[in-house]
């Protein structure tokens, strides 16, 4: 078969399971909300209820060293929840899953896809929420938004990548997710989230700037909302290099124990 | 020429016993620096010829543990044999166990959606086939009720009428009839036969040797994962049932 040939069947088989992605996606949204009142406001309130009161903590603390400490706080927090978020439902659509594929024929790619697929929508809810703060706080956006999506391009290559590496991970050792549940608390705390990365030592704030991706994303969409800036031209290509690299190795890594995998589940 | 609509040559399925055991990551690391490959092997199937013609309904009988579920697994392509070949020329509509691919959390309504396009029907077939579905099951007043509330006699209905209505080319039916009462039985076995005479071909799995008299025309016999017999039914099934 050739390369054409190759990509034609991909696409084609792509199309075909379509609609059961957009399925599996909104069963998802549905299942987490069916018994609750407000049902899919929560999407959208519970963001602006955590925010509210850790702006209320944190503010009192930063609250010389930060301008408009709820943007700062709300743009950092969406951008770093969407990637730990996303690789943390990754980790398990596979297994979780595990029945289906062991009753059914259905191509394993569309778990990773749909728990990615279901974190992007969640993630435009916190976009909904974001904005309310940022009329708010009376922030208006600048020109400098149309660069957003191709940060969030950036991230969501960077997260998929991540992602499909834990899944794979959790198929062999179950332990992953217990490792990567306290590799998160650590990386959050890593990241300067609420509070200014300038209260670091110098050496710490070399390292996040050049060895934390979840930065980049988050330094440029605080340019962007914040600063009213174009992102950093060196954030811009870190944060690509970091995409391809994990979305790459994840695709190597998935693509070589695919075929196994059924054994394992 | 060749009217084989699945053809298994020589094919083994190899499962690693040691590789099935829940590991943990401790295990495997210190397996990897002791180069322990400890491999426990064991063949749910060995060397398994078979050949199915368009059209045909088959039984396959054996005691439990003898590699029949294995077998259709391969024919539906969720397994890889270890060795030999099986091709597959058709689409396969598998009932693999009662209410697979069901979300117990998701109401009959939309399990039929989801079931179906697991199954590969298109988003427009799933809708235009779905009161034949809804009539089938007889599940009308229960369709907003989520799956986790039916009885297993329910769960066996839907599953089904949503398998029967994809028109795949090949049905695979595993024990899927034990559960329902005599008079779904009865209603299944007639809808398979309507499937046979449009054309299906039928592979079918059955403690009940007058289910599978009724059915099929051939039969394979397997016991510990190998061919015992393989023949007209009423052959295989007389000598199967003098053991």
Not at chain 2, 91 to 117: C, H, K, S, W, Y
Not at chain 2, 140 to 154: A, I, Q, R, T, W
């Amino acid at each position: 078969m050739t390369f054409a040939d190759k990509c034609r069947l991909t696409w084609k088989n792509g199309i075909r399971y379509l609609p059961l992605l957009k399925n599996l996606v909104a069963r998802e949204l549905k299942k987490k909300y069916r018994q609750s009142v407000l049902g899919y406001v929560w999407c959208v309130l519970n963001p602006l209820l955590v925010m509210i009161i850790m702006n209320l903590v944190f503010s009192r603390i930063f609250h010389n060293s930060i301008e408009n400490f709820p943007v700062y706080l709300f743009a950092g927090r969406m951008m770093f929840s969407f990637i730990t978020d996303c690789s943390n439902l990754m980790l398990h659509s596979i297994v979780i899953n595990g029945q289906l594929m062991r009753k059914t024929r259905i191509p394993y790619y569309v778990f990773p896809l749909s728990a990615m697929g279901c974190s992007a929508v969640n993630f435009l809810f916190q976009l909904i929420a974001f904005i309310i703060v940022l009329i708010f706080t009376g922030t208006w956006p600048s020109i400098h938004t149309i660069a957003f999506p191709l940060v969030c391009l950036e991230m969501f290559g960077f997260s998929f990548g991540l992602g499909l590496l834990l899944a794979v991970s959790e198929i062999y050792a179950r332990d992953t997710n217990y490792l990567f549940a306290v590799f998160t608390t650590a990386w959050m705390y890593l990241t300067p989230l609420f509070y200014p990365i300038s209260v670091l030592p110098e050496l710490m704030q070399k390292l996040i700037t050049w060895l934390n991706p979840a930065y980049y994303y988050v330094n440029m969409a605080r340019s962007i909302f914040l600063d009213h800036t174009w992102p950093a031209l060196e954030m811009l290509l870190r944060g690509g290099i970091a995409a391809a690299l994990f979305a790459g190795l994840g695709l190597v890594v998935y693509s070589r124990v695919k075929k196994q995998m059924i054994l394992y589940v | 020429m060749n009217d084989n609509i699945i053809m298994i040559r020589d094919a083994s399925v190899r499962f690693n016993l040691a590789m099935q055991r829940q590991m943990s990551m401790k295990d495997q690391v210190m397996r990897l620096i002791r180069k322990d490959r400890r491999i426990q092997e064991f063949f749910a199937l060995k060397h398994i010829n078979l050949q199915v013609r368009r059209g045909e309904s088959w039984g396959f009988i054996g005691r439990n543990g003898s590699g029949k579920s294995t077998l259709l697994k391969l024919v539906t392509g969720i397994l890889s044999p270890y060795e030999g070949e099986v091709a597959v020329s058709g689409t396969v509509a598998p009932l693999l166990e009662l209410g697979a691919g069901f979300d117990i959390e998701l109401t009959g309504r939309e399990n039929i959606v989801m079931n179906g396009l697991i199954l590969g029907m298109t988003e427009k077939q799933v809708r235009d086939r779905f009161d034949d579905i809804v009539g089938f099951s007889e599940l009308e007043k229960f369709l907003d009720v989520p799956v986790k509330n039916y009885s297993s006699g329910m769960r066996a209905r839907l599953g089904f009428a949503v398998a029967t209505s994809a028109r795949a080319d090949i049905l695979i039916a595993d024990e899927v009839l034990s559960t329902g009462d005599h008079r779904f039985q009865q209603k299944c076995e007639n809808r398979m036969q309507d499937l046979l005479d449009g054309g299906t071909t039928l592979l079918f799995v059955s403690h009940s040797a007058d289910a599978v008299r009724r059915m099929c025309q051939k039969v394979m016999w397997l016991d510990h994962g190998e061919t015992q017999m393989i023949g007209n039914t009423e052959e295989v099934l007389a000598a199967y049932e003098n053991v």
